[in-house]
């Protein structure tokens, strides 16, 4: 049974890392939070220690190192801006770190970490789930047998809403979530890269607080991709159903359907790195360096290569 600290514990994200610690046997021994919401914990590791201020946090888990030994692995599902920093203190601290998407925000931070892991000799995994989804493998696999040179089209659309809240948290500050396209389409550009290779050309139609959208070519793929927190961009027949979330990648034409199994992704991930697999810091660098240009982009003019959702609005 590995230990295991949860930073980040009242997240959106965090359920999904304490029932994977619970589903592959092992134990949540003391998680941080500088918000108090935590009572989803109970239901997982009741036993947990608890703390709001990092520095307590810091000084209880040294404490138990000296006494108890230390930490196998700091999961982590802190705000964006914080991941850097949180899993270089993981790592000097003697574990491993298991860290959310994005990974950071800059590429030039991915090779300061590979640096503390080098200091350190512990290792950063990452959330990198689309990776081992069935669908996902399957069509890398039909890629991967498609004739020299031949690109698909690919058409990417995402709509999750949000509320008035979203652009009031952190989330809705560039420099701290790294914007829409950082913050909820970074594993979309990373499955992207995993399946159709490296990027080629990366072109931004659009960029607001709550949309985004433009055109990737890839060595495979020609991708023209929307992102949206607004509910109004919903499709009407599915709004009619009291849906308020799309996602949709549609290939030469046909539909890929991975909204299955989608939320178990997380426990096969954590499955994978304490097998000795998973993925690793250099795994991010595209993805990462994906969202950077997207972010610093200029807005270049609505045409054939805009995603018809864009175009359609004017």
């Not at 939070?33 to 000084?59: K, M, R, Y």
């Not at 989608?262 to 690793?280: A, M, N, P, R, V």
Request: hydrophobic share 40%.
């Amino acid at each position: 049974m590995k230990k295991f600290a949860l930073i980040g514990a009242a997240g959106y994200i965090a359920p999904r890392h304490m029932k994977a610690i619970r589903d592959t046997g092992n134990d949540l021994v003391v998680a941080m939070d500088v918000n108090d919401s935590v009572g989803i914990i109970d239901s997982h590791f009741p036993d947990a220690q608890f703390f709001t201020d990092f520095e307590l946090f810091d000084a209880h888990v040294n404490a138990q190192r000296r006494t108890l030994g230390g930490l196998d692995y700091v999961s982590i599902a802190s705000p964006n801006f914080l991941h850097s920093a949180h899993m270089q203190w993981a790592l000097r601290t003697g574990a491993d770190a298991i860290c959310e998407k994005p990974l950071v925000l800059q590429p030039e931070q991915i090779d300061e970490l590979k640096a503390v892991e080098a200091d350190t000799g512990q290792k950063i995994h990452t959330i990198l789930q689309l990776r081992l989804h069935p669908a996902i493998l399957a069509l890398r696999d039909r890629v991967a047998k498609m004739p020299a040179g031949e690109k698909v089209d690919v058409d990417l659309t995402y709509i999750t809403s949000r509320g008035n809240w979203y652009l009031k948290s952190w989330k809705g500050l560039t420099e701290k979530s790294g914007g829409i396209a950082t913050n909820i389409g970074v594993h979309f550009y990373d499955m992207l890269h995993f399946v159709y290779g490296a990027v080629q050309e990366n072109i931004v139609h659009l960029n607001t607080p709550t949309k985004a959208a433009g055109y990737l070519e890839y060595e495979r793929a020609r991708v023209r991709w929307f992102l949206s927190l607004d509910v109004n961009d919903v499709p009407a027949e599915e709004r009619a159903k009291g849906k308020r979330t799309f996602r949709a990648v549609v290939a030469d034409g046909e539909n890929l359907e991975f909204s299955d199994g989608f939320t178990e992704l997380h426990t096969k991930i954590y499955q994978d790195i304490l097998s000795g697999g998973g993925f690793g810091v250099e795994d991010n660098r595209v993805a990462i360096e994906t969202v950077s240009n997207i972010r610093n982009a200029p807005i270049a003019p609505i045409g054939d290569l805009t995603h018809p959702f864009v175009r359609s609005q004017g």
